[in-house]
């Protein structure tokens, strides 16, 4: 089974099939766009309500103000004016975030991070640092990362490794990192004056452990946690099995870390058109790692396929539910199947539709499956 | 089995039974409010946290500044001095919304949607348009709706039809229609720019698939959906199972939608004391089918009996569970049986309790199953 | 099985094994406290959004200016200055909230509630009153609380008993009283103007049912109940298996009742470091009953140790399932089992971090499992 892919977009963009009907209505709509001459601003009222500060798109203000995919339907056509309208304006913004999708930002999310061996044990390295952060294109933001990546660099691991990381800390101040889902010894638990002192500015602190127990865990900072979480440490922190037969059979897995903080609603890091689509060929079964590390619930609704559920938190459940919409609370993690059995581009979003959605189309915690 | 009774209005407030425990109290409170002579106004201080301005009640300003309801208790009788007390102003607003319980308003919801047949094929037409929506008595709002009704007119049809539906735009904005549940092919899934071009105003378009999966599921706005779903336009979609020994036995069924947008918490489209009750006799088992359209999750609590959850999102669960609160949350849908063993009027409520009770009396997302 | 201990503070502080680990840093943390001298005022720039009003901590304002619990980890030294630096200042007032734990507050919540017999009913009473509640040092609230406890004390019977409970009520407006979970008959469910009239000031009432369910319930008042329940007429009632097979085994028990309204982020209506935390010894199973009375969902997070749950709303699943962190919704209850195989100070509290950390250190709901 093969890693997240987590810079697919040129692959994605020229893939034959799944850009063949992803880009259908866009190129139709952007043809149509030729048909409509007008000159006005924006009109667009925005509810400020709906549009999170934090997330406000970026939307180029070109100059191409034409009827963005107003398509035509089977019946009807709506009268236009000679200017634009405040509907076609809308719908132009709305195109042209799919138009972006997945578009290209600066700052790669969860690589492999690589090891040495230091007799039988894997000695991993992070640091923690302030980072720019591009979570859509041109929104950059400070954030504060693991090796310069947000969500941190993917440890993986099987059970029963003995493993030593450092952490280091270029913070400004303290840190600690916790080591969410594993059970490790109590002073290696991260959490500082109760099972060791904080990681002060410029020192290192290193943890060491067996790895007792697989699943889908995280790591993240437990000092000054709202706010360092918050502003970007945190990481995937995954555990094989020694015995795979316990995990269900798959061909590709993802990892969806789910965030709503410092950086807006983000999915590994970025926000819509930023976020990566997952791809599978027709047929594959892929496996979803789900992790919260927001402070709000998200509910993750995938078009056209269902989700098994097998797993909470690491442990596989008694037996494995369907649906469709998945509500993943802070702290959690859910790994699901999907049996990519319909061709498409399926969107895939959190279904609090604040959290994907403002009258600028859609933005944060969105993405697609595409099946090919 | 029956269908939800939409309008069980005045057959609820006639049936013998029900009513005669429903009433006791409040025609005893009303006798005991002629004891009590007092003119002050009402002296209450509201919270403003605890009442949300889109759900300030409309408790009529009457004359009657009885000493509502304070009854005797089995010992001990408060003092009252000349004046009414502000606690005696608050019993009086918490019984009037009681007593106006289940309130006439206009506007029908979710009634069942006629079709007409094409060969083999059910059409069926919604029409999005805008609507002045009662949603408790006297506070009428703008609403976007399906056929004019909130949620929008029941669709229901048995697994393995093939279905064509028309949507024909009547708003100042595009929109397009997302069957949340169902698996369709990817260009029926409703995603603008991504499947299909948006709907413009004035415009029909027409979705047509044949629906391969039975349960409970939700057809809504997917464009500019924060606010088109907010405004309004949400209804069921219900698949009844080919083979119907999938479904549990039960005698008379009901959904329940849950939202917390545009028109303040609701059930069904309306606020307490607009609600509808669910009604059953002794011994009856219902099935209740919950739809979260709204931003929040709404653990809903059943007073009296408990809910036994067999199916998630359309999908029967491996086990089912027993529980009395049960968390919906945002795109969720949950199947319970309630098997009717105990007569009275039982209250019904979202436990998030300021979604259901201010100082001013209950609101929003409270009903009751009467069971007589 | 032991019942929750309510005051264990003497104890703990004074137990051997558990002091030793969790004092280890402090104490390292305190003596480096001795090598740095400073005069500064705290210069911490503390993020409104990140400290909610109701609970910021009350860390004093000492005049230890220290190095608190910098620590020196494996490599590396901070350089400092002459003046305490803003993470200095920080770690010192986490390491101060640390060092407090468990703190010492007056009040007591959940003592067993005595009962008389009259024949073969077991008659509790409960008093309504107006309390001045600590929630941690020094910060003291109006409370409005059963019996002067919140939550309200514990009511503990076995299934099949027979109950009265006469309830006075002495605050300055009316109430009722709602016994969520339990099956009782419609005339003593508790909701005014339904099924009774209010308890007025002054007066008292009586309840009298079957006890017919066990399990981990509550009652709280079901009158103005955002303002009530917020305000802490709330606690738990807890109904023992006649048949005690129905339990899975358990060493000890503890109730944890969460919170998030008038008295801040609370679990058993004190904010950390005033919370209880919980004791077993090496190889114990405890019995964890969650309960939440707030308006917010609480992801309880314990570190260590996983999770078994086996039942919801005194419903034992089908099946038990674990998980490390266990997502609460307003008026549930769920019940785990923790098998006690990791000594040391464990974390537990709730993973949306802003409800248990600050830039203060940790506050609201946190506490400590201790295996000693």
Redesign the interface.
């Known amino acids: 089974m093969d890693r997240n892919e987590q810079q697919p977009i040129e692959q994605v963009l020229n893939a034959p099939t799944s850009r063949r ?2 880009l259908r ?2 190129g ?2 952007a043809a149509a766009g030729t048909m409509v001459a007008c000159g006005r601003e924006s009109a667009l009222t925005i ?1 400020p309500a ?1 549009v999170p500060p934090a997330t406000a798109t970026t939307a180029p203000a070109g100059t191409d103000h034409g009827n963005g ?11 236009t004016d000679s200017g634009a309208k ?2 076609e304006e ?2 132009k913004m ?2 042209a975030g ?2 972006l999708f997945p578009a290209k930002t600066e700052g790669l999310s969860m690589q492999p991070l690589e090891y040495r061996m230091e007799g039988d044990v894997k000695v991993f390295e992070l640091t923690c640092q302030k980072t720019m952060w591009e979570v859509e294109p041109g929104r950059k933001l400070e954030a504060w990362t693991y090796n310069g990546q947000l969500p941190g660099p993917e440890i993986r691991v099987t059970e029963g490794d003995k493993v030593r990381i ?1 952490v ?2 270029q913070l ?3 840190t600690a990192v ?1 080591w ?2 594993l ?5 290696q ?1 991260g ?16 943890y060491e452990f067996t790895v007792r127990n697989s699943g889908s865990h995280m790591y993240h900072s ?6 360092q ?2 502003m970007g440490l945190l990481g995937p922190f995954i555990v094989e099995p020694k015995d795979k037969s316990k995990d269900p059979a798959y061909d590709k897995e993802f990892t969806l870390v789910l965030n709503d903080t410092a950086q807006g609603f983000t999915i590994n890091g970025k926000g819509f058109p930023a976020t990566v689509p997952l791809t599978a060929k027709l047929g594959q079964k892929i496996r979803i790692r789900y992790m919260n590390e927001g ?3 998200h ?1 993750m ?1 995938l ?4 989700q098994l559920v097998f797993a ?4 596989n ?9 998945l ?1 993943v ?4 993690r859910w790994d699901v199947i999907v049996d990519c059995t ?6 895939f979003h959190c ?4 959290h ?4 600028h189309g859609m933005f944060g915690m969105v993405t ?1 499956l595409i099946v090919e």
């Open positions: 009907s992803f209505w866009t139709m709509a509810e709906t995919g107003h398509g035509t339907g089977n019946a009807g056509t709506p009268t405040a509907w809308m719908d709305h195109e799919i138009k450092l280091t800390n400004d101040e303290s916790h969410h889902g059970f490790v010894p109590n002073n638990d959490v500082p004056f109760i099972t060791q002192p904080p990681i002060t500015p410029g020192s290192t602190y290193t437990h000092h000054n946690s709202t706010k979480v918050s402070l709000m619930i509910p609704h078009h056209g396929m269902p909470k938190d690491g442990w459940l008694p037996q494995p539910f369907m649906c469709d919409t509500n609370a802070p702290g959690e319909d061709p498409g581009v399926w969107a279904h609090i539709l604040s994907a959605e403002s009258e697609a």
